[in-house]
Nanobody, 115 residues
């Protein structure tokens, strides 16, 4: 079993920045891919960004150039740096990590961007 603990969400004005963290209870060296989804009220959950074990990253078109995903293997933590935030980025952000064939999820952290 793996626990993922997210932090860093909050309220920010449009144009501002936040950094989300996702701390894993096990080494992330064993992760094949980790990343972030988000879900806004009344909308489906969507993939925001992911990073594979080899470092390959993937971003939703809506966040390209504004968000950066990274990982610190020594700290067993993944990060999502969010810059130039927009009101439409408001959502609950969920961290996930895939170990083998099992995907684990964090509890979610709220990001609210005021316009």
């Amino acid at each position: 079993q793996v626990q993922l603990v997210e932090s860093g969400g909050g309220l920010v004005q449009a144009g501002g920045s936040l950094r989300l963290s996702c701390a894993a209870s096990r080494t992330i060296l064993a992760i094949s891919v980790m990343g972030w989804y988000r879900q806004a009220p009344g909308k489906q959950r969507e993939l925001v960004a992911s990073i594979a074990s080899g470092g390959t990253t993937n971003y939703a078109d809506s966040v390209k150039g504004r968000f950066t995903i990274s990982r610190d293997n020594a700290k067993n933590t993944g990060y999502l740096q969010m810059n130039s935030l927009k009101a439409e980025d408001t959502a609950i952000y969920y961290c996930y990590a895939r170990y083998g064939i099992t995907t684990y999820w964090g509890q979610g952290t709220q990001v609210t961007v005021s316009s």
